[in-house]
T-cell receptor, first 111, second 115 residues
Framework: KQEVTQIPAALSVPEGENLVLNCSFTDSAIYNLQWFRQDPGKGLTSLLLIQSSQREQTSGRLNASLDKSSGRSTLYIAASQPGDSATYLCAVTGGNYQLIWGAGTKLIIKP | DTGVSQDPRHKITKRGQNVTFRCDPISEHNRLYWYRQTLGQGPEFLTYFQNEAQLEKSRLLSDRFSAERPKGSFSTLEIQRTEQGDSAMYLC?????????????FGQGTRLTVV
């Protein structure tokens, strides 16, 4: 059974710092891995999608990496801003096309 | 097309009442998913449609829950005889398969509060 873990559960850093969020999964048989952002009480916004054959994806200040063999992904946020404050969730798509989720990392960027 | 839309955004209901939520996926997407999310947790899978066929249901989807996608377009999720434990955010997502791509796009969710 696929399990997805995100560490840390919460993170608070000063504005301007670079930071890394971690995601690990137990079964490497995945189609892809997605990183999402969720603001309080809101739905999910897809940030980056990494296909199983890819190693990384970049969008603006965000860079996500995937090491399928070790079951790990990282989300790197450069030059963090207060507007980046949100919960970040990773999810893997398995053979049945379901998304299996981590519990998220709550990120607070202090001005 | 503005993406996945869900209606209503918020619903407050008394315990024991029935509620129905609607999801309109991105028009060319053939896959539609329902998830449930409680505070501080990641979403949990409920059910999945490919076109009009319901291909998978989670054990979380008790007999009080039913989902339909009658014409392979919009979907409804009904909860009968609601209980306080049903209070959660109900999320709908859609995706299509292009080559190996299966990126899922989510609606804003329906927040259900059972009082």
């Amino acid at each position: 059974k696929q399990e997805v873990t995100q560490i840390p559960a919460a993170l608070s850093v000063p504005e301007g710092e670079n930071l890394v969020l971690n995601c690990s999964f137990t079964d490497s048989a995945i189609y892809n891995l997605q990183w999402f952002r969720q603001d309080p009480g809101k739905g999910l916004t897809s940030l980056l999608l990494i296909q199983s054959s890819q190693r990384e994806q970049t969008s603006g200040r965000l860079n996500a990496s995937l090491d399928k063999s070790s079951g790990r992904s990282t989300l790197y946020i450069a030059a963090s801003q207060p507007g980046d404050s949100a919960t970040y969730l990773c999810a893997v798509t398995g053979g049945n096309y379901q998304l299996i989720w981590g519990a998220g990392t709550k990120l607070i960027i202090k001005p | 097309d503005t993406g996945v839309s869900q209606d209503p955004r918020h619903k407050i209901t008394k315990r024991g009442q029935n509620v129905t939520f609607r999801c309109d996926p991105i028009s060319e997407h053939n896959r539609l998913y329902w998830y449930r999310q409680t505070l501080g947790q990641g979403p949990e899978f409920l059910t999945y449609f490919q076109n009009e066929a319901q291909l998978e249901k989670s054990r979380l989807l008790s007999d009080r829950f039913s989902a339909e996608r009658p014409k392979g377009s919009f979907s409804t999720l009904e909860i009968q005889r609601t209980e306080q434990g049903d209070s959660a955010m109900y999320l709908c997502a859609s995706s299509s398969r292009r080559g190996q791509e299966t990126e899922a796009f989510f609606g804003q969710g329906t927040r259900l509060t059972v009082v």
